[in-house]
């Protein structure tokens, strides 16, 4: 199975991914963690999208683009999730010549519904192991009691830089302006699949589940 995980941020995108790469070996293609992880080692493409992505602003297709395309002429599995990947109309062409060129088929775009109240809170509270990458959040889902990732161990706890107010909002503007509409495009396609992302983590998990299924 090769999905998109579509949803404004902090909709579950990335947790619902580590869920399917624990239960299926499916492989986790995340741009936003791609870029972070050029940012924190200081690449030259890593400078160059820093302050972009504090601000909350897109980063341009053609990086992102690349990116993708590196990852998937090298990475195997049982299939890929493309979680925050395809943004904008542009990027959703040239996933569709991309997967085209690799003979790969997606199967399904699955859109997480949360409304912008819940986004906010899940942002607020959000930590990330910086040892592996697991997602935590204050209130349902708490770093462990004896401080240490109950996936790898580690006791670096990770607040993101653009999960503030201010940079949450223009997250949430370039959503609505260049995001939503890929909605229109996958349904006309026949790809797309809505769940509802306000129910619980292992709820939306089981509806993801059926999906798949
Ligand atoms: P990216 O890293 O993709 O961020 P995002 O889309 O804003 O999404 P998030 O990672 O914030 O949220 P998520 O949906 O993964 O939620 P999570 O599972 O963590 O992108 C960051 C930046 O990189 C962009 O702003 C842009 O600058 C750049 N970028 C990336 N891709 C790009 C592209 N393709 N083109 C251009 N620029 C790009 O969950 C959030 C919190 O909620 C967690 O604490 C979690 O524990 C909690 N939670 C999750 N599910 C539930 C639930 N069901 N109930 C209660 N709590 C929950």
Same mark, same amino acid.
């Given at each position: 199975m090769n999905i998109i995980l579509l949803g !404004? !941020? $902090?909709?579950?995108k990335g947790t619902q991914a580590q869920f399917l790469v624990e239960a299926l070996g499916m492989v986790q293609l995340s741009t936003g963690d791609m870029l972070r992880e050029a940012k924190d080692s200081g690449t030259e493409m890593g400078k160059l999208v820093a302050d972009v992505m504090s601000r909350g602003d897109l980063v341009t297709d053609e990086i992102v683009i690349g990116l993708i395309k590196e990852k998937l002429d090298g990475e195997k599995g049982a299939g890929f999730i493309f979680d $925050?990947? !395809?943004?904008t109309l542009a990027q959703a062409d040239a996933l569709g010549k991309l997967l085209n060129d690799c003979d790969i088929k997606l199967d399904s775009v699955i859109e997480i519904q949360v409304d912008d109240k819940a986004l906010i809170k899940r942002i607020a509270g959000r930590s990330t192991c910086g040892g592996c990458g697991q997602v935590y959040h204050d209130e349902t889902k708490p770093w462990p009691s004896d401080g240490k990732? &109950? &996936?790898? $161990? &580690?006791?670096d706890v990770k607040r993101r830089a653009d999960d503030n107010e201010e940079s949450l909002k223009q997250r949430l503007m370039e959503y609505y302006k260049k995001t939503s509409p890929l909605l229109g495009y996958y349904f006309a396609k026949g790809n797309l699949v809505s769940i509802n992302g306000l129910l619980s983590m292992e709820e939306v998990r089981d509806s993801l589940k059926k999906v798949l299924s």
């Open positions: !404004p !941020p $902090g909709a579950g $925050g990947f !395809p943004r990732c &109950s &996936s790898c $161990g &580690s006791a």
